[in-house]
């Protein structure tokens, strides 16, 4: 009897030695698992340091660009008009420069360049309709359309060609919402 009862508490101590070796086995390979997701999450995380870098790195010579280029009239984000008026000068050298990032797809730096010329002359519908293009691009419809609004309803005495691309673009801007 002796014999049978050593046998069933070696079995019972094998059986549950195997139940904590799976157990162990089971957990070890979760963490490998997680240790492999992880790994995925910590290369997209490391893969946008570097992009947030090269960002930094594009702009610090942008900012030395500009730094170098200040004696020749203009420099970003310093347009301001005088008291209701407009700076005709400014708006036209920032809707140029705006012009040439927007057509190059660069359109946070074109978004900097119209609001300048939109500062410059606060009234101006093509400014205006510059600054909606640039949201409409970067995907922010509900900035786009306030500001397209904003020109399309211009108290001006004759229709400009901005109020009718205002218009044109709040009435794709609302089809696009359409089902």
């Not at 420069?97 to 359109?107: L, P, V």
């Amino acid at each position: 009897m002796r014999h049978k009862s050593s046998a069933n508490i070696i079995s019972i101590l094998v059986t549950n030695l195997a139940r904590r070796i799976l157990a162990v086995l089971a957990l070890g390979t979760f963490a490998l698992i997680a240790a492999g997701c992880m790994g995925d999450q910590m290369d997209a995380t490391n893969k946008l340091v570097q992009q947030q870098q090269e960002q930094l790195e594009h702009q610090q010579q942008e900012l030395e660009a500009l730094q170098a280029n200040q004696n020749q009239g203009y420099t970003s984000g310093a347009a301001a008009s005088p008291q209701g008026g407009c700076d005709k000068q400014v708006e036209t050298v920032a809707s140029q420069r705006g012009g040439e990032k927007f057509a190059a797809g660069d359109f946070n730096k074109a978004l900097g360049y119209y609001q300048d010329a939109l500062l410059a002359c606060p009234n101006d519908d093509r400014a205006k309709v510059n600054v909606a293009r640039s949201y409409e691009a970067l995907g922010n419809k509900v900035a786009a359309i306030n500001l397209y609004r904003k020109a399309a309803d211009s108290n001006s005495p004759t229709v400009s060609d901005a109020q009718e691309e205002a218009k044109a673009a709040l009435l794709r801007l609302q089809a696009s919402r359409m089902p």
